[in-house]
């Protein structure tokens, strides 16, 4: 419980990320540890029609270091980024941050919303009964 406080703590001093910014920070992600520019222009670009420039890529990595979720390093005169956050630790802090505002802190609440609107598919079900089953047995 103190490491989720932790972290929505630290992500409360964090600008939020816009759609843009997240789809970088997934990048960064999926790569894991360090990356570069170009690491990161790669992997937006993949499989995408209508490309991001490179120039652009650079600018929101910047943004994001300025913001808080990146840091970097500099290697042969090339800047080395690293995220400061886990990817889990961002979605736990966005997800716990959803419940408070919009569902009073209820979990029960957000899921009865997820589960309501149909959005929910049987494998899905099946894979939180699975995890709700883990969790019991500790």
Not at 24 to 53: H, L, P, Y
Not at 127 to 133: G, K, P, S, V
């Amino acid at each position: 419980m103190e490491a989720v406080r932790k972290v929505q703590t630290t992500m409360k001093k964090r600008k939020n990320l816009s759609d843009a910014n997240l789809e970088i920070m997934k990048a960064v992600w999926r790569r894991g540890g360090e990356v570069t520019v170009n690491d990161v222009f790669e992997s937006v670009n993949a499989g995408r029609r209508k490309k991001v420039k490179r120039a652009t890529i650079q600018v929101q990595m910047r943004r994001l270091e300025a913001y808080g979720w990146l840091n970097h390093r500099l290697d042969n005169r090339e800047f080395v980024y690293a995220a400061l956050l886990g990817e889990n630790e961002v979605k736990r802090g966005i997800l716990d941050g959803i419940r408070n505002r919009v569902f009073g802190g209820s979990t029960a609440e957000l899921l009865k919303c997820l589960f309501e609107n149909g959005s929910v598919s049987e494998e899905e079900i099946r894979r939180i009964r699975e995890i709700l089953d883990k969790g019991r047995e500790g």
